[in-house]
């Protein structure tokens, strides 16, 4: 099956800074998505992005379908960022979304 | 505007019991997807169904685990014989189809096997 690979696994930062995630992925893909996990375990949804980019607010995102990758860009930190983001992707003739391993964000104040 | 809805939030219960799950997907929306989630991982896929029809089930999905969508519209998932091994956020989502392939989680249910 295809495999999804997340970097870095870990990443702290001060508030305020910026951060940039990657989602790699080792085939085609028709569906491509960001989510941030909140402490209670929900998934939110961030990004829809198969290809070309995105931006809601201070955050935005870049799919270069051709080149297997992804990556989130999260611009002047909050500590309300923290948290854990997953990438997952769907490949052509599979129903089924494949997570990474996450990137697990921590802001501090 | 509701979500997709999941209840239990929280379950505890001691080896050998069994479980129930239930997703309430978004309204219209025809596919339902379960997901489990162990500590430090990410999300692995169980099954789905599209409307009524379990489409696809995972080899996570032993045999002491069904799953149904009876009239298309909410979910169960059972657990038989529970495990220690069990103990995950269990996940829900649903989307409209593949062509508006976006999936939408609900807040899971967690279960804590003793």
């Known amino acids: 099956g295809i495999q999804v690979e997340q970097s870095p696994p870990d990443l702290i930062l001060q508030e305020g800074a910026n951060s940039t995630l990657r989602c790699n992925f080792s085939?085609?893909?028709?569906?491509l998505q960001w989510f941030h996990q909140n402490p209670w375990g929900q998934l939110i949804n961030l990004f829809y992005?198969?290809?070309g980019t995105k931006q809601n607010g201070r955050l935005s995102a870049t799919t270069v379908a051709t080149e297997r990758y992804s990556l989130l860009y999260i611009s002047s930190s909050q500590t309300t960022d923290s948290g854990v983001y997953f990438c997952?992707?769907?490949?052509?003739?599979?129903?089924?979304?494949?997570f990474g391993t996450g990137t697990r964000l921590t802001i501090i104040p | 505007d509701t979500g997709v809805s999941q209840n239990p939030r929280h379950k505890i219960t001691k080896r050998g019991q069994n479980v129930t799950f239930r997703c309430d997907p978004i309204?219209?929306?025809?596919?339902l997807y379960w997901y489990r989630q162990t500590l430090g991982q990410g999300p692995e896929f169980l099954t789905y169904?599209?409307?009524?029809?379990?489409?696809?089930k995972s080899r996570l999905l032993s045999d002491r685990f069904s799953a149904e969508r009876p009239k298309g519209s909410f979910s169960t998932l059972e657990i038989q014989r529970t495990e220690q091994g069990d103990s995950a956020m269990y996940l829900c989502?649903?989307?409209?189809?593949?062509?508006?392939?976006?999936?939408?989680f609900g807040e899971g249910s967690r279960l804590t096997v003793l």
């Open positions: 989502a649903s989307s409209l189809g593949p062509l508006t392939g976006e999936l939408f």
């Open positions: 085939d085609s893909v028709n569906n």
């Open positions: 992005i198969p290809s």
């Open positions: 997952a992707v769907r490949d052509f003739g599979n129903e089924k979304l494949t």
């Open positions: 309204s219209e929306h025809n596919r």
């Open positions: 169904f599209q409307n009524e029809a379990q489409l696809e």
